[in-house]
């Protein structure tokens, strides 16, 4: 796996308990209005608010403000009105970086994210420039203790898995992002607990990085998955699990 799939599932473990709640929940919120807006607020017939609703219990967000993150999106109550836009970059390196935004002013955006990429030595391009690197996949991480190899292969290729991906101390699980809901529940169904769980872009191609590489390579990182205008982030760096632990202790 690239390291910044590894690099992700820290931080979002991390979000889920430290300071960064309330912007993580900001993220997931608009992820729900934008679905509802673009699908309806009716979660039996529209997928990707589902997908939202299960990501937001999935850092538990209170109740009360997935349903109004739903009013927004139907109009039941005011709110902005967010565009989604794609941007994509080279990091140090020649680091691939693809990101998803969701902004209410895409002048502003764009400007700020110029500006975090040149100051830390990457360069926003043009579109398309890295967006053929990736492809499209439902990605689920089950940590090992959770269960054995042979349970999960049977219950996830049952469901339409395509893959079972041995990661150290966690299996990975991907899938076409159609059958994504479809093997996730059927995980939860058999009693098996994810780490995370989300339809992601994974990279064709990686670049290995050095300890002092990723270090510049994830100051980057750390800067843009800290905008509030950016929902996520996508690399294809690859780190060692020593280069990893050393830089997340």
Not at 226 to 238: A, C, G, L
């Amino acid at each position: 796996m690239a390291g910044h799939s590894k690099w992700h599932n820290i931080r979002i473990r991390k979000s889920a308990q430290d300071a960064r709640k309330g912007k993580l929940f900001t993220k997931v919120a608009r992820e729900i209005m934008v679905a509802a807006r673009m699908g309806g607020g009716d979660p039996s017939t529209n997928s990707r608010l589902r997908i939202a609703i299960q990501a937001a219990r999935d850092v538990n967000m209170p109740k009360e403000n997935i349903e109004r993150a739903i009013k927004k999106g139907t109009g039941e109550l005011e709110s902005e009105t967010y565009e989604e836009l794609t941007y994509e970059g080279y990091g140090p390196h020649g680091v691939a970086i693809l990101l998803e935004v969701m902004t209410d002013n895409r002048n502003r955006t764009v400007a700020e994210l110029r500006n975090l990429f040149n100051r830390y030595g990457g360069n926003l391009g043009e579109s398309g420039c890295v967006a053929w690197m990736f492809e499209q996949k439902g990605v689920i991480n089950v940590e090992k203790s959770q269960t054995d190899e042979d349970t999960l292969m049977e219950v996830a290729l049952e469901a339409g898995a395509e893959d079972i991906k041995d990661e150290g101390d966690s299996w990975q699980v991907l899938c076409a992002p159609s059958d994504f809901e479809a093997v996730r529940d059927a995980l939860t169904n058999a009693g098996i607990g994810y780490t995370s769980a989300e339809v992601s872009m994974l990279p064709s191609t990686t670049v290995p990085l050095d300890k002092n590489q990723a270090e510049q390579v994830l100051k980057l990182i750390d800067a843009l998955e800290e905008h509030d205008d950016v929902q996520r982030t996508y690399s294809n760096f690859e780190v060692s699990d020593e280069v990893l632990a050393s830089l997340v202790s």
